[in-house]
């Protein structure tokens, strides 16, 4: 086969072909295409149409990045394709596609996905963009523009909790990004009497010229950039938005951007270590990033047992990952390749997670709660080992990939920071046992009655008493909207709930669990008499489940006044009218493929490392290590 | 370089400080206004003594650059964003009677800010000690800025008082962003930063539910 370059040189290939692959147009390329296919998806009204549409752009973009992979990486400029970021931008465009399919015959709640699709898009563009920039100053824009983005889609149920979420993660990912533009002002400050006016924040001139660099002003650099992008990154203690914000998203599916955003944050977090620490100064930059780490992994062992709601649990197991990757880079060297396998495995595993839980929730009626899921494997098969396969590769079981990155992590620990390996290793142990407890309920637990089994794994139409039983976030919604708040000034001046009041990070939500939905009641407000026949039917997990009953009769507390009686049904059935959108037909079959798919590239990743990603990651490991 | 331009070179930066002090003072004046009409005011003059700022580091510099980013500032923080926060304030109905401050002891506000500055000073004074010493005043005051920020978000509980804390805070990087020489991008990056408060505020108005405000 010609290699690229004399292709591109024979004139085997049209002109405007030859301008789009040259070095300079082609990482563009991989930014601009979700970024129209944001444009037009914003303006396409057909649900199908539109998904599938964003399924082409996704696919179009992963070969956009795939010719990337392949060309020579001599390119300069604001935008670079090198080591450290080809695999990851590979991965980003993979599971960004898988999202897009998933989106496609899982479509989040109605009335929200055409802003769901554009926004993905959009974000897929910035993380890309982000990945993909040599430029501090422009990953900076492209980080604060996911960030925004990830806010938007978090608010886009429009419920007071939703929009208390979206709130806080503003607020937090705002005050990041000023730290880090601060950071990157340091580092320009730091480098620009070395490299000049025109590259100033470039990475790669940094990487030439850091040993002369002022140290104190990098390693002050570094110190705010972590601060800002932790944020971004979930970083333990800056991580505070982000459990909030799955949880309160349309769809479970929301793990996958926000995995990719986090994935962009830590990659710019590595990128200024990487140039600070070529001339450490009082503080050597590793230490803050070993015990961001050890406080994440710690974090996530011992919050997992606590999360009632899947979005939350999504959540908390992405803050254990990242955690075990800043670790990696914490320690340099070696461990940065095992922190960036960590890092694709990670992503790859939620992904495949967050397709099966947003594909078991759906078969449940729109349940989100951890209780209302579990016993999948009982009910469905494929659904359910596909999980358990998916939380077990989170948890480090040993063909997959998360075992060989944490065995390498646990190797250079030992070899180079052996006082550290042990924290390391409780930590390991205590976030596996936590995983696996959880993937125990949740795949081989009793399964909650009215989950009607679903051995052949085909698709089955959303029932009555699904619908019923589990509050999907509309109903939430509707609920707690039927309450009336006390005119306190923090009502008066917003009418959400502030992100001071909201939950504390790790706890459940007040009002995304049926007891937190019990709380937004309390009995001395007025409450509409339909919204709280409906909550009082939906608040209650430990009430004896209703029997399967027919279309006409739902049921309802029987000390209802008869008024009251009519009008719950009444909003039952037109609630439920609203909202019987049918599952998608092959959907069964697509999902069970896509977590296929993903199972095989973790397992792809542990059992052999692909040639050319070893030799990549071996690469990137020496330029940040 | 003759003395007189040495001379006038000096002075303008001088000048670009003292407009500095002046953004950190309005800081001081956002931590302890409790009427949301003149904590919006305060953030409109810092705004305003931005783009001052910024046709300081034109006049010193020589760049053409900076005096279109001197008219980003002028109408993005001087004018639209306070506008965004009255709209605000205009549809909720907030002009009277409620506080937006969480303490209503403003000793304390004050002392934990002027604890920050301290922290700020102190912190900065190990690392620029090198060739880094012309920038020590700009960083100070940036991060002193931005620190205030932070408090003035962390000690208020209503949307309202967060934004203005959260543009306050950004205010203060863009002081630091401001102070960097030779950046290329600079006005993609001013336009950015200017975009984080104003896209927060205009969607808390564009998303806020319409019930449970009426106060």
Redesign the interface.
């Known amino acids: 086969m010609m290699p690229w370059s004399d292709m591109l040189a024979s004139g085997a290939l049209p002109d405007w072909a030859v301008t789009l692959l040259s070095p300079w147009a082609l990482p563009w390329l991989v930014v601009a295409l979700p970024w129209l296919g944001a444009a037009v998806l914003s303006a396409l009204s057909a649900p199908r149409v539109a998904a599938w549409a964003n399924v082409g752009v996704a696919a179009l973009t992963l070969v956009a990045a795939t010719v990337l992979l392949a060309l020579p990486a001599e390119a300069t400029g604001l935008l670079r394709a090198e080591a450290l970021n080809l695999p990851l931008l590979l991965l980003a465009a993979l599971v960004g596609l898988s999202g897009a399919v998933a989106l496609a015959v899982l479509p989040p709640h109605e009335g929200t996905a055409r802003a769901f699709t554009a926004g993905y898009q959009l974000l897929l563009g910035a993380t890309h963009l982000a990945v993909l920039a040599d430029?501090f100053?422009?990953m900076?824009?492209a980080l604060?523009?996911a960030v925004?983005t990830v806010?938007?889609l978090a608010?886009l149920t429009?419920?007071?909790a939703a929009?208390a979420a979206?709130?806080k993660t503003?607020?937090l990912g705002?005050?990041g990004?000023?730290?880090a533009?601060?950071g990157t002002?340091?580092l320009?400050?730091?480098a620009?009497?070395l490299t000049?006016?025109?590259?100033?924040?470039s990475f790669d001139a940094m990487l030439r010229v850091g040993r002369e660099a002022?140290s104190?002003?990098l390693?002050?650099g570094f110190v705010l950039l972590l601060a800002g992008y932790g944020v971004l990154a979930g970083l333990v203690p800056l991580h505070a938005w982000l459990p909030d914000a799955q949880a309160e998203a349309p769809t479970p599916l929301m793990a996958i951007p926000c995995a990719l955003l986090g994935n962009a944050a830590l990659l710019a977090v590595l990128r200024a270590q990487a140039v600070a620490s070529l001339n450490p100064?009082?503080l050597p930059p590793g230490v803050l990033l070993l015990l961001a780490g050890l406080a994440g992994i710690g974090f996530a062992a011992a919050a997992l047992w606590r999360q009632r709601q899947v979005g939350r649990f999504l959540a908390v197991c992405a803050i254990g990952q990242t955690g075990l990757a800043a670790f990696a880079f914490g320690l340099g060297g070696p461990a940065v390749m095992a922190g960036l396998l960590q890092m694709m495995a990670a992503t790859l595993a939620l992904s495949a997670a967050a397709v099966a839980i947003a594909r078991a929730s759906a078969l449940r009626g729109g349940a989100d709660g951890m209780h209302a899921l579990s016993g999948l494997a009982t009910t469905d098969p494929r659904l359910g080992w596909g999980l358990a396969a998916a939380l077990g590769a989170l948890a480090g079981l040993p063909p997959l990939a998360q075992f060989v990155s944490e065995f390498l992590l646990v190797q250079q620990a030992v070899a180079r920071l052996p006082w550290m390996a042990l924290p390391l290793g409780i930590g390991l142990v205590a976030l596996a046992i936590a995983t696996l407890a959880r993937l125990r309920g949740l795949c081989f637990g009793p399964a909650p009655e009215g989950a009607r089994t679903n051995v052949a794994g085909a698709a089955r139409p959303r029932t009555q008493e699904g619908a019923r039983l589990h509050p999907s976030p509309d109903h939430r919604f509707r609920a707690a909207?039927g309450t009336?708040?006390e005119?306190t000034?923090?009502?008066?001046?917003?009418?959400?709930p502030?992100?001071?009041?909201a939950a504390p990070p790790g706890d459940d939500a007040p009002a995304t669990s049926p007891a937190g939905l019990r709380a937004e009641l309390p009995s001395g407000l007025r409450v509409n008499p339909p919204a709280q026949a409906r909550a009082e039917t939906l608040a209650d997990p430990q009430a004896p489940a209703p029997e399967p009953t027919p279309m006409d009769a739902p049921a309802l507390p029987p000390s209802l006044p008869d008024s009251a009686r009519a009008h719950a049904l009444a909003a039952i059935r037109a609630s439920e009218a609203e909202e019987a959108v049918p599952l998608h037909p092959a959907g069964g079959e697509a999902v069970s493929i896509l977590i296929l798919l993903h199972l095989l590239a973790l397992l792809a990743l542990g059992l052999f490392l692909p040639g050319p990603l070893a030799a990549l990651l071996a690469e990137a490991a020496k330029v940040a290590g | 370089m003759s003395l007189e331009s040495i001379w006038s070179s000096l002075s303008v930066s001088g000048l670009a400080h003292l407009l500095g002090g002046a953004v950190l003072l309005l800081s001081f004046m956002l931590l302890v206004r409790r009427r949301p009409m003149p904590a919006i005011n305060g953030l409109a003059a810092q705004g305003g003594l931005l783009a001052l700022v910024a046709l300081c580091h034109a006049a010193l510099r020589d760049t053409s650059q900076l005096l279109l980013v001197a008219g980003l500032l002028a109408v993005g923080q001087g004018l639209l964003l306070p506008l965004t926060l009255r709209e605000w304030v205009r549809r909720l109905g907030l002009r009277q009677g409620i506080s937006v401050a969480a303490a209503h002891r403003p000793g304390v506000g004050l002392a934990a800010g002027v604890a920050l500055v301290l922290l700020a000073v102190l912190a900065l004074l190990p690392v620029t000690s090198g060739a880094a010493m012309g920038m020590r005043e700009d960083l100070v005051l940036s991060l002193s800025v931005i620190l205030l920020g932070l408090l003035v978000m962390a000690a208020r509980h209503n949307p309202l008082g967060q934004a203005i804390g959260l543009a306050g805070m950004v205010n203060g990087a863009l002081l630091g962003v401001l102070a960097t020489p030779g950046l290329p991008l600079l006005p993609a990056v001013v336009l950015v930063a200017m975009a984080v408060p104003l896209s927060t505020v205009t969607a808390f108005l564009a998303m806020r539910p319409p019930a449970g405000d009426a106060g």
Request: no cysteine.
């Open positions: 430029d100053a422009v900076w824009m604060v523009l925004m806010a938007m608010a429009r419920g007071p929009l979206a709130w503003v607020l705002g005050a990004a000023g730290l533009l601060l002002m340091v320009a400050m730091a620009q009497p000049g006016d025109a590259n100033a924040l002022e104190g002003l390693t002050l100064a009082w909207e009336r708040r005119p000034a923090v009502g008066a001046l917003s009418g959400i502030t992100a001071g009041h």
